[in-house]
């Protein structure tokens, strides 16, 4: 009986820990943007957080960085092809290594972010070349072409999905004819299901892993749907037709928000955003909500509380800040600050990077007004500052370019 405890409580433990194997991925854990630290500055000095190293010799990237092992990873440009480039906790580069073909064409700088799975580093290329890595070492473990293998296809600035990893699977949506989303086995890299196709391009999205319903699904958005994913065999569960919704050019790139059985889309160029929410069984879904206030470029959102927080899109080289109410889609402000850009969150605040100048705002997150507590600027020749921040253990870490900054927002 003694031995069938241990066992049943071993085989708990794991079904319990399942769903978060993941170390570091794109916009934290969860792809929320809300990052779980406290005791965090609410204001900080006038010439900003204290800084407590800085690195300018990257190769060129607009991906943000991941944190584990003690380690900062993060991609950039080497000649014709992404490297993933390992440093140590101040900035020293540790390994770099080339991974798969870049974008060459307009704005090539490398843009997908690595995901940390135990010890092992996943990421995607431009050119839809997916790789794996032994995290610490630097090993290759295993390298495929999987857009080109599977017939996808290409938007007019390439692909920058950011790998989700989950139940022993790598997901990618290449998309084209042949399928929309593939898995593989996240250690060997040999496909497991390629799902039907739905006859659309990919976007330039991250997909979201949510579990409701009794059932976990992949959310993603191709160029003209929303789709759910089955991650155990591929099945399509459900689509909503996203592409309805744009006036302007059909370019995806946010990863969306999920809340309890909700799911919120938004894209730049006057597409408008959606409310979405799951049947009970997470088998379809239905519209809830419409706004046009809040497109966002390419900056990501956030929900923090009730309301959603993010920067829309005027022009490419404009866009104010916007807060919505999550259950019903109204702004409860729209507000100009310098210039749109990326925002996260953190202990109750708003981290608003905005990408025209490299400003940095520290913001209450309350839904009465755009309040700025702190600002400070990036220490950089030129934008466009795209790189989303990241927060780990009590440190702002700010990508621009071949550059990264540390700033300790510790109390």
């Known amino acids: 009986m003694k031995n069938l405890f241990l066992l049943l409580t071993v085989w708990l433990l794991l079904q319990s820990t399942s769903f978060s194997q993941v170390l570091s991925e794109w916009r934290g854990i969860g792809r929320t943007g809300v990052y779980s630290e406290t005791g965090l500055l609410k204001e900080w000095p006038k010439d900003g957080p204290p800084l407590l190293w800085s690195i300018s010799n990257l190769p060129v990237g607009n991906s943000s960085v991941a944190i584990a092992h003690n380690m900062i990873f993060t991609t950039g440009l080497e000649g014709d092809n992404d490297a993933v480039v390992a440093m140590d906790m101040k900035g020293k580069i540790i390994w770099q290594k080339p991974f798969g073909r870049a974008w060459t064409q307009s704005y090539p700088d490398s843009r997908a972010t690595p995901t940390i799975d135990g010890d092992y580093l996943y990421?995607?290329?431009?050119?839809?070349?997916?790789?794996?890595?032994?995290?610490?070492s630097g090993d290759l473990v295993w390298e495929r072409k999987i857009s080109e293998e599977y017939g996808g296809t290409y938007g007019r600035w390439g692909l920058a999905e950011s790998l989700i990893v989950f139940d022993g699977k790598v997901f990618f949506t290449p998309g084209g004819n042949e399928t929309t989303m593939v898995a593989l086995d996240k250690l060997t890299g040999k496909?497991?299901?390629?799902?039907?196709?739905?006859?659309?391009?990919?976007?330039?999205?991250?997909?979201?892993?949510?579990?409701?319903?009794?059932?976990k699904t992949i959310v993603n958005v191709t160029e003209n749907y929303i789709i759910g994913v089955n991650p155990a065999d591929g099945e399509i569960i459900w689509t909503f037709e996203f592409g309805s919704y744009a006036t302007g050019r059909n370019n995806n790139i946010n990863t969306p928000l999920f809340s309890d059985g909700y799911i919120y889309v938004t894209s730049g160029y006057d597409h408008k955003c959606v409310m979405l929410k799951l049947s009970d069984d997470a088998s379809s879904v239905s519209l809830v909500w419409v706004d046009d206030v809040l497109d966002v470029h390419h900056g990501g959102a956030v929900k923090v509380g009730n309301y959603i927080y993010g920067s829309n899109w005027i022009r490419n080289s404009m866009g104010n800040w916007v807060c919505l109410n999550w259950e019903t889609g109204k702004a409860m402000y729209e507000k100009k600050w310098e210039n749109k850009g990326s925002i996260i969150s953190a202990d109750g605040m708003l981290y608003c990077y905005e990408e025209k100048s490299g400003n940095i705002a520290l913001v209450e997150a309350t839904p009465e007004d755009f309040r700025i507590v702190s600002t400070f600027q990036i220490d950089a020749k030129r934008g466009?500052?795209?790189?989303?921040?990241?927060?780990?253990?009590?440190i702002l870490y700010v990508r621009h370019r071949e550059s990264i900054w540390a700033f300790n927002i510790k109390k």
Do not use: E, M, Q
């Not at 995607?124 to 995290?135: H, I």
């Not at 196709?197 to 949510?210: E, F, G, I, M």
């Not at 466009?384 to 009590?394: E, F, L, Q, R, S």
């Open 123 to 136: 990421i995607s290329s431009g050119k839809g070349d997916l790789a794996c890595f032994k995290a610490v």
């Open 191 to 215: 496909t497991i299901w390629k799902s039907k196709s739905l006859k659309d391009n990919p976007s330039y999205t991250s997909p979201l892993l949510v579990d409701y319903g009794g059932r």
């Open 384 to 394: 466009p500052y795209w790189a989303h921040p990241v927060i780990k253990d009590g």
